[in-house]
């Protein structure tokens, strides 16, 4: 038996649900072997209502960690999540040119869920410029997308795809903007490009507030998919139908957030009750 292995290039997220936590609990769920390197530890402060501090990780400890991956064979796909510098950004970069990964998800992480303020723009501008190029597919939320496409708001699937077109134009071969609950329509959109041809993926949206990670866990559920053979299509419509059970049985963890649960999919689809 191959086990396909899957990078993780992303923050640790102490709480469980989000960042590279998710990450290697979606790769798991998938039957991939999950493999890390951490660029920033979030912690959030439940004694000042939750608020979030990003210490990154120094650029070459996450050289160091890399190292560590490509020593052995290579991976079969990976993913970027939230990204602590400039310099790490180059280093990611130099790492997919080096090993010519052929699988590569950029998650274009700029803001922690719960806050409004984008982290650190200047990574924002050297993700669109040095990693969005080499991406297989890019997968931002309505947020990001607006950074990456220069647009000011997205409200609309027609917005959607007028920033979608203009994410392609970075050099990316795909895009998926993740529409979540956030769109003025009673169904959860996500909008997948490929410079010719738009695909809409529709679901029923679940009303909670148990949705922490849920767009790590769609990014990370897409590498896997990719690193298993599925195209990209395909492993878009899979993480879409994944995440969604996520979401649905998501739980509290405090009384500030709740996480997706990543076990739900394959739970249900074994039919065991839960």
């Not at 086990?3 to 936590?21: E, F, H, Y």
């Not at 917005?159 to 970075?170: N, P, R, S």
């Not at 609950?181 to 009303?207: C, M, Q, V, W």
Request: with cysteine; net charge neutral; hydrophobic share 40%.
């Amino acid at each position: 038996m191959t086990i396909k292995k899957v990078l993780s290039i992303a923050g640790s997220d102490s709480s469980g649900g989000a960042g590279l936590q998710a990450d290697l609990k979606t790769f798991e769920e998938y039957g991939t072997f999950g493999l890390t390197a951490i660029t920033a530890i979030v912690t959030m402060d439940p004694d000042n209502n939750w608020s979030h501090h990003v210490e990154p990780i120094d650029s070459e400890l996450v050289k160091a960690q890399l190292k560590t991956v490509f020593s052995g064979k290579p991976v079969d796909a990976m993913k970027t999540g939230m990204l602590g510098s400039i310099d790490t950004i180059q280093i990611v970069r130099n790492s997919i040119d080096i090993h010519q990964i052929k699988n590569v998800v950029i998650d274009p992480v700029m803001v922690c869920k719960g806050e409004n303020e984008q982290l650190q723009p200047e990574n924002g501008r050297a993700i669109r410029d040095l990693l969005v190029p080499k991406a297989t597919i890019v997968t931002p939320n309505l947020f990001e997308a607006c950074q990456l496409s220069g647009m000011r708001k997205l409200s609309t699937v027609a917005d959607m795809k007028e920033a979608a077109y203009k994410i392609i134009e970075l050099g990316t071969k795909y895009v998926v903007i993740k529409g979540g609950k956030s769109l003025e329509d009673h169904k959860a959109i996500d909008l997948l490009y490929d410079g010719s041809e738009f695909t809409l993926f529709e679901l029923a949206k679940i009303n909670t507030n148990y949705n922490h990670g849920a767009g790590c866990t769609f990014a990370a559920a897409i590498t896997a998919g990719l690193a298993k053979g599925l195209s990209v299509k395909s492993a878009v419509e899979k993480a879409k139908v994944f995440t969604t059970e996520s979401i649905k049985y998501g739980f509290a963890f405090n009384r500030f957030v709740g996480p997706v649960w990543h076990g739900a999919y394959n739970k249900a689809n074994q039919g065991l009750n839960i």
